[in-house]
């Protein structure tokens, strides 16, 4: 620990002072950094990381280890207070370390929001293929660990969640395969077209809607044709999202037929499509 002034007085200068490091970190600066707490050091080098060089960092990471500060925000992390935690997430994610990657998942599931965000945050960062298994488990369990959470890291480590997630689809009861469909559909990946189009048309209602609006959020217009099928769909709640997805697809093809949903008997359709022919109109007029 430093003087009790320490805080105020030279933690923008050690800041500066590692930003303006060249080449390897001077042994001044390495005693200094130390020297501090576990809690202490964490956010001045999260402050200092977006202005670090790479050289730098990797440095910053030895010594993190080699003086066991990595252990101690890991315990943290496990079992600190929620501030604690959280800055020992996001200090873990920043230096990317590989073997937070547990203590992280574990942390997603955190009553604490800002646990849950800055473990998912860190989750982000690390871009960890291993986690795959373990976050594709956990769409089967939403209370343990939240969906959007999971979406999100799914979403970051990019295409190659696809593939599980299109496996995962075709094994799942329509509870959890509209959770994954919706993931899906935020990749906006053309692979995935033709298992969604399958959903939609073969799919029970629940899991038809939630393919008509991943259809939507895609933006691809290939998908419009069967979307307007679906218009004529026995489920109020299958035609309504049919509809709006039509309307965030701009297809003003399907103008008659959203404009036939207007007299449908269910209001949910009615509202969609008088939302979706607005949006039509507006695209027509741009």
Do not use: N
């Given at each position: 620990?430093l003087w009790?002034?320490?805080r105020r007085?030279?933690?923008?200068?050690l800041?500066?002072?590692l930003?303006?490091c060249?080449?390897?970190?001077?042994?001044?600066?390495r005693r200094?950094?130390?020297?501090?707490?576990?809690?202490e050091l964490?956010?001045?080098?999260?402050a200092?990381?977006p202005?670090?060089?790479?050289?730098?960092r990797s440095q910053?990471v030895s010594?993190a280890?080699?003086?066991?500060?990595v252990?101690?925000?890991?315990?943290?992390?496990?079992?600190?207070r929620?501030?604690?935690?959280?800055t020992?997430?996001?200090i873990?994610?920043?230096?990317?370390v590989?073997?937070?990657l547990?203590?992280?998942?574990?942390?997603?599931?955190e009553?604490?929001?800002g646990?849950?965000?800055?473990?998912?945050a860190a989750l982000?960062?690390?871009r960890d293929?291993r986690?795959?298994e373990?976050?594709?488990?956990a769409l089967?369990?939403?209370r343990?660990?939240?969906?959007?959470?999971?979406?999100e890291i799914?979403?970051a480590?990019?295409p190659v969640?696809i593939?599980?997630?299109l496996?995962?689809?075709?094994?799942?009861?329509?509870?959890?395969a509209?959770?994954?469909i919706?993931?899906?559909?935020?990749?906006?990946?053309?692979r995935?077209l033709?298992?969604?189009e399958d959903c939609?048309?073969?799919g029970?209602?629940?899991?038809r809607?939630?393919?008509?609006?991943?259809l939507?959020?895609?933006?691809?217009?290939?998908a419009a044709?069967l979307?307007?099928?679906?218009?004529?769909?026995?489920?109020a709640?299958?035609?309504?999202?049919?509809?709006?997805?039509l309307?965030?697809?701009?297809?003003?093809?399907?103008?008659?037929?959203l404009?036939?949903?207007?007299?449908?008997g269910?209001?949910?359709?009615?509202a969609?499509?008088?939302a979706a022919?607005?949006?039509?109109a507006?695209a027509r007029?741009?």
């Open positions: 620990m009790p002034g320490w007085r030279d933690r923008q200068h800041i500066t002072d930003a303006q060249r080449g390897r970190i001077g042994r001044g600066l200094q950094l130390s020297l501090l707490d576990p809690l964490a956010p001045l080098l999260i200092a990381w202005r670090l060089g790479p050289d730098i910053l010594l280890e080699e003086e066991g500060f252990d101690r925000w890991l315990e943290l992390l496990a079992r600190g929620a501030g604690a935690r959280v020992a997430a996001t873990l994610g920043e230096m990317e590989g073997r937070a547990g203590p992280l998942l574990e942390a997603l599931g009553r604490e929001e646990v849950q965000l800055a473990a998912t982000i960062r690390l293929p986690c795959l373990p976050l594709l488990a089967a369990e939403p343990r660990w939240p969906p959007a959470r999971v979406a799914l979403l480590l990019g969640s593939p599980p997630l496996a995962l689809l075709k094994q799942s009861a329509p509870e959890l509209v959770r994954v919706a993931i899906l559909g935020l990749f906006k990946d053309p995935t033709p298992d969604l939609l048309q073969r029970p209602a629940p899991v809607a939630a393919a008509a609006r991943a939507g959020e895609m933006g691809l217009a290939r044709p979307l307007q099928l679906a218009l004529a769909d026995p489920e709640g299958v035609r309504a999202a049919a509809a709006r997805a309307g965030r697809l701009k297809y003003r093809q399907a103008r008659k037929q404009q036939a949903c207007l007299d449908d269910a209001w949910e359709v009615r969609a499509a008088a022919l607005q949006e039509v507006a007029e741009i």
